[in-house]
């Protein structure tokens, strides 16, 4: 039986390898503007780095990630998001010593469990981007306006940016409260994941992906009545950054993020094309301690490379600056056109020496298909006479030119 690839992992193949390249390399150009620096994370953590971050009660920790034995027996995990082990690296390396904060992105692919569908894949590409050890909202502020550069500059539209504010621990407690005496009223609307998760993590009901859920918990308490002065003033002071940044915005009170570790501001970039989420990100600020290291405040994002491809239009196929040499000879002729390529390319040309058999208009015929917009001719003549023969595929024309000095 033909071997094929597996459900959720996908080749990525032609145009798309091309619109993959294009959302990595201008999210790079943008993170490059804003100064970050790249860390490069394995792809294997322990699952236990997880459970801790990400969280216990989440779709991502219960149901969703690769988990695996070593030969040890030690219970290992694909990674399903790259905070958890960039907090990993911060805490190994003693970051912290070193500089009083850090501004991390990384890039690289990422594996949940989840059912397969357009723009949701099992193995799918981040690019995300942490800052370490900043608790004002100028930050926030800064993380918000790269998702929106990054969208502007791949001209991504009808993107709505929506944004939350989750409180700190002590609000989060008052709120906690009040949800669950809410939700306790509407607990027969409810699916089962839900009610067993209630008491351990009732913010989760808000994040549920099931219809009944979602309209169950339209009337719910908002966070954002809890919340405690300092925290207050941090989203008002983020609102009024982004005013000043030209960054339209959404307040979507009911946004929670289906992670763990998120206080304070939460925010994800919507499309309204897909209705899926481009970009998302937030707040962490207890995450670092939590996983060991010293209280350090925290904030990012990450941008799922796949669902960006999605809305990125076709290039369009125009002639392209490859020269594409037709030698036609024996070895005398190859070893000339071997030499010619070598010249072409040291000036910088696109160069490729065609590997197709057949005579001169079969080869132009392909050099044509492939839309490589000049075809350099060498047959004995040429040797002789030490030039090469450069025809134009786009007007025609043709001309003699000396390549090799
Ligand atoms: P997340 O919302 O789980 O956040 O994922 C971020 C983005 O990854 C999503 O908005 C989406 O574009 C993409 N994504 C997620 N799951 C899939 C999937 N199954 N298929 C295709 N794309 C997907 C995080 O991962 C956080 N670590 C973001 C963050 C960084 N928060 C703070 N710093």
Redesign the pocket.
Known sequence: MQIQSVRGFHDILGKDAKKFRKVSEIAREVLKLYNFEEIILPVVEYAELFQRSVGETTD?VQKEMFVFEDRKGRKLALR????ASTVRAFIQHKLYALRPYWKLFYEGP?F?Y?RPQA????Q?H?I?A?VFGVAEPHADAEIIKITYDILEKLRIKNVVVEINSLGCKKDREAYREALLEYLYGVKEELCSDCISRMERNPLRVLDCKVETCKEAVKESPKIVDFLCDECREHYEKLKGYLKALNVPFRENHNLV???DY?TRTVF?AVSDDLG???????R?DYLVEELGGPPTPA??????V??LMLLLEDEEEGFKDVYFIIPFGDERVYEYALKVGDALRKQGKVVELSYRKGGLKKQLEFANRMRYKYAVIIGEDEVKEGVVTIKDMESGKQRKEKIIP
């Open positions: 991502i399903p998001e790259g905070t990422m949940r989840e723009g949701r894949y099992r799918f981040q995300g942490e993020r289906g992670l998120y994800e899926l989420t481009l970009i998302a990100g937030g962490y904030l990012g994002f990450a941008l799922g796949e669902r």
